[in-house]
């Protein structure tokens, strides 16, 4: 299998440089050229595997050119050796009408970790297929749960330099001091004077300036990426799709073959877009529905065809899904219409003008496999309540806006097939807004505080990862304007 570029200006690679790269040298994003195809008996097959045996399947259908030994190795390394606090990895769970997927047991617990704790391992394995002999230098724009995650799963990976840009007033303290408490020889991190776009655009702006990314190679270091943009990032993200499945199979809660639904708090479009490569690939799904909070541009987006980020960047209580930039709906565009001339004439437009238009055909085909809704901090809020009156289940916020979306599209379309809502973050990341909204005091206590707070009323006990922060020092205080990005990048090259 091959990768190429959505804006179809260069060569196809192998998934191993597609890996080292990150992005496509035109811009675009690199996208296998075919989407794998599975049978049932496939399906079948994987409800008796481990979760690590369940990935090596899946991942071997689109890194052909790593070997199975290889891919067993590189997995064993992400999900084994108890990294994840339960043997499921993914484990899913019935609570009320739904199923939920949650994707938080890792170290640091939210979904990032799916993906982040196996890319180091793809990237390291691929610098040794290919010879590479530089240092990745690895730069990360984060709107909170990434750079954490980038962070523990690259820290002291020989050959590798990571570099992880926060808004500076856009994450929570709990996300702030998860990753300026990180140690490891090769890390830094850094507070940018602006909103998540601005860093990603920082990014975005340097992977794409071709005399610089030269002059860093002149230093020893080859850039890449870590956010959704790597293709290594999106592929493991595939894994769970189908391991849902099976283990909901497996349990009772579907029969083999069965049509079901997923609900995804989307920002950057990388975990849905998941989703539907497991939908092209076979795995028997309805619709994907795409959750987003007051940031709803791709919730007018699905619904309209018109894509618009002219509008206020809203800060709310998830905020790991406020982005009005959705990176990887470029990947599904393309998909869908194979045609790059298209794509690149819409993400002109959209860096140009802030806004594209994709016409009514292309509107009535992304409906046939999405649909999209958004709910406020306030729908949010009270969507925790009534789960946690309920249920006792703690929905984090993100969550929480996916719960809130799952049930707006029952009721508009009376579509009943099962639902799983796909569960993003451990909701002790959020400790604050998530005990605001079941009615608890929070006023004047500190991060720690509340977390015990949140214990005393939760069936599930915090994660160590983030009780253990208390204690752990703040080693990154280093800040940047939004057009200094460059520099500090220069400056953290390995002389
Ligand atoms: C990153 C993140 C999301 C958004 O996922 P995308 O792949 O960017 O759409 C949602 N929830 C949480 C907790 C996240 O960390």
Redesign the pocket.
Known sequence: MKYISTRGKREPMESANAVLQGIAKDGGLLVPTEIPKVDPDFIDALQTMTYQERAVKILGLFLTDYTEEELKGCVERAYGNEKFDTEAVAPVRKVADKTVLEL?HGPTS???DMALELLPQLMQTALEKTGETKTIQILVAT????GKAALAGFADVPQTRIQVFYPEDGVSEMQKLQMVTQTGENVQVIAVKGNFDDAQAGVKKIFKNEVFVKQMETKGSKLSSAN?INWGRLVP?IVYYFSAYADMCKEGIIKAGEQINFT??????????AGFYARQMGLPVGHLICASNQNNVLTDFLQTGYYDRNRPFVKTI?P??D?LV?S?LERLLFHLTGDCVRVNGWMEMLADNGMYDVGVGMLQRLQNYFWADCADDEKTKETIKEVYEKTKYVL?P?TAVAWAVADNYRRKTDDGRPMVIVS??SPY?FNGSVLEAMGASTEGKNSFELLSDLESKNEVKAPKGLSSLKDAKVVHTLTCEKNGMENVVFDFAKE
């Open positions: 938080w939210a979904f990032k709107s909170g749960d990434t959704s993200q995804v708090p989307t920002g950057n479009f990388g975990n849905i877009l998830s790991s899904m982005i959705s990887n984090d993100h993003t973050a990341k």
